[in-house]
T-cell receptor, first 113, second 110 residues
Framework: DAGITQSPRHKVTETGTPVTLRCHQTENHRYMYWYRQDPGHGLRLIHYSYGVKDTDKGEVSDGYSVSRSKTEDFLLTLESATSSQTSVYFC????????????FGPGTRLTVT | RKEVEQDPGPFNVPEGATVAFNCTYSNSASQSFFWYRQDCRKEPKLLMSVYSSGNEDGRFTAQLNRASQYISLLIRDSKLSDSATYLCVVGNSGYSTLTFGKGTMLLVSP
């Protein structure tokens, strides 16, 4: 299995609070991704990173920000959580850019009440 | 038109059956193709890449038809452990672009 961990694995938070999810990899891969998965929508890309301090928006980036200060860590922040951000969040890594296979972390289940 | 379309299922089959999943994609410039497997409440895991000539991995066979923009996955001799959701995934050029289908659920019963 790819060396990817996510923390926390489960979180319940209240509307309006900031939340930060962490993705940590031991593979030293350059490319990292954050997805959310919701029933009826499949996996949707939130943000991605192509190197330290290099990030860009994905399909559903509104309300989210990311940071990558080290190769191994990619943080996803919900600035002010809303109930529509209740979801399962997956981090993924890839050794190569773009169209190549990605390997996923175990996910974080976030509930915003 | 959705970018990657799959029959959501579920497909209910008995052990030992052969089952086929189909997937269509809308971007004719797509360059890479994969099948992922996702168990309930788990992360997606790469099952196999799909090559233009078709490829096989044990009981699993994947095929690609670029002209029809169609991908298939065949599972022979189904096992109980094959019960999962199978995601069709298409890659395009650029930084960020794997597009995931919503998945097809397979339930294998004794």
């Amino acid at each position: 299995d790819a060396g990817i961990t996510q923390s926390p694995r489960h979180k319940v938070t209240e509307t309006g609070t900031p939340v930060t999810l962490r993705c940590h990899q031991t593979e030293n891969h350059r490319y990292m991704y954050w997805y959310r998965q919701d029933p009826g929508h499949g996996l949707r890309l939130i943000h991605y990173s192509y190197g330290v301090k290099d990030t860009d928006k994905g399909e559903v980036s509104d309300g989210y920000s990311v940071s990558r200060s080290k190769t191994e860590d990619f943080l996803l922040t919900l600035e002010s959580a809303t109930s529509s951000q209740t979801s399962v969040y997956f981090c993924a890594i890839s050794p190569r850019q773009g169209r190549y296979e990605q390997y996923f972390g175990p996910g974080t289940r976030l509930t915003v009440t | 038109r959705k970018e990657v379309e799959q029959d959501p299922g579920p497909f209910n089959v008995p052990e030992g059956a052969t089952v086929a999943f189909n997937c269509t994609y809308s971007n004719s410039a797509s360059q890479s193709f994969f099948w992922y497997r996702q168990d309930c409440r788990k992360e997606p895991k790469l099952l196999m890449s799909v090559y233009s000539s078709g490829n096989e991995d044990g009981r699993f066979t994947a095929q690609l038809n670029r002209a029809s923009q169609y991908i298939s996955l065949l599972i022979r001799d189904s096992k109980l452990s094959d019960s999962a959701t199978y995601l069709c995934v298409v890659g395009n050029s650029g930084y960020s672009t794997l597009t995931f289908g919503k998945g097809t659920m397979l339930l294998v019963s004794p």
